[in-house]
């Protein structure tokens, strides 16, 4: 696994958006894997300034995000779905048909966890992985513990992650469980691309760079990966 360590989060977003925008271009229609929370938006706004200015096209881009909330209406502005719909894809020009969200309202959900790997695969597989990392370093919502062979699976989350996303639900209750891409449906990606910003991420970076290969520390697992490479700024780096 590589590592680059930025200044600041705005040059680890642009660096990380350039990784993206180069494999678009090279390959229109290559499969994104896309990730939420607060770490990511900077890197999605400046794609979207790259399609503005004219030197993107997303038209034949598709893509498969990591997880969603279960039980949580696509309307919810909490929801994974709703997040990337309002963050990014309604500010290119990617198909909607070709964006994938793991559905956590569907009526039988093993079905659908097994369906939503099937189509990753259908696809071809995906080109690039981007993610986040939780602070007990999660990935995706792959919990420490978590069996690393698994595909699409539903999970409880932890009270740290729960705690950790609490500030997002001031309204709306926070859900308890959630459907993700397992470990082995990521390690499958050809690059990944994790990103990591501020000081609550530098021990998970730490453990993930510096520790063993363990299922306590999900994120480990990259150690293992032929193709990944680490941003981070200079805070979640502090420990390395
Ligand atoms: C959630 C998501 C993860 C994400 C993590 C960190 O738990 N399921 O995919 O990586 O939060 O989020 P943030 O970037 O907001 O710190």
Redesign the pocket.
């Known amino acids: 696994m590589d590592i680059r360590i930025f200044d600041s989060s705005r040059e680890l977003a642009f660096f990380a958006a350039d990784i993206f925008a180069e494999l678009i271009r090279k390959k229109p229609d290559c499969v994104l894997g896309l ?6 938006l900077e890197t999605y706004a400046r794609l979207i300034t790259l399609y503005e200015e004219g030197g993107l096209d997303f038209s034949q881009v598709r893509t498969f995000n ?2 969603e909330y279960l039980g949580l209406p696509v309307t919810d502005p909490n929801s994974y779905r709703y997040f990337m719909d309002s963050n990014f894809f309604s500010k290119v020009n990617i198909a909607p048909e070709n964006t994938h969200v793991p559905d956590g309202n569907a009526a039988d959900a093993e079905q659908m966890c097994s369906e939503y790997d099937r189509s990753i695969q259908a696809s071809g597989g995906i080109d690039l992985q981007l ?4 602070r007990n370093a ?4 792959n919990e420490p513990g978590s069996d690393f062979s698994a595909g699409t699976h539903t999970v409880r989350l932890t009270e740290s ?1 729960i705690e ?2 609490r500030i997002y639900f001031t309204e709306s209750e926070m859900p308890r469980f959630a459907v993700t891409m397992g470990i082995g449906s990521i390690m499958k990606a050809k690059k990944i691309l994790l990103l990591a910003v501020g000081d609550k ?1 530098a021990q998970a970076v730490r453990d993930t760079v510096k520790g063993p290969v363990t299922p306590e520390v999900p994120a480990s697992v990259l150690q293992n990966h032929p193709d990944c490479l680490i941003l981070c700024d200079k805070a979640a780096a502090s420990l390395l």
């Open positions: 990730a939420t929370g607060a770490t990511p990591l997880d993610l986040g990392i939780g999660h990935i995706a919502f992650t950790a996303n991420k």
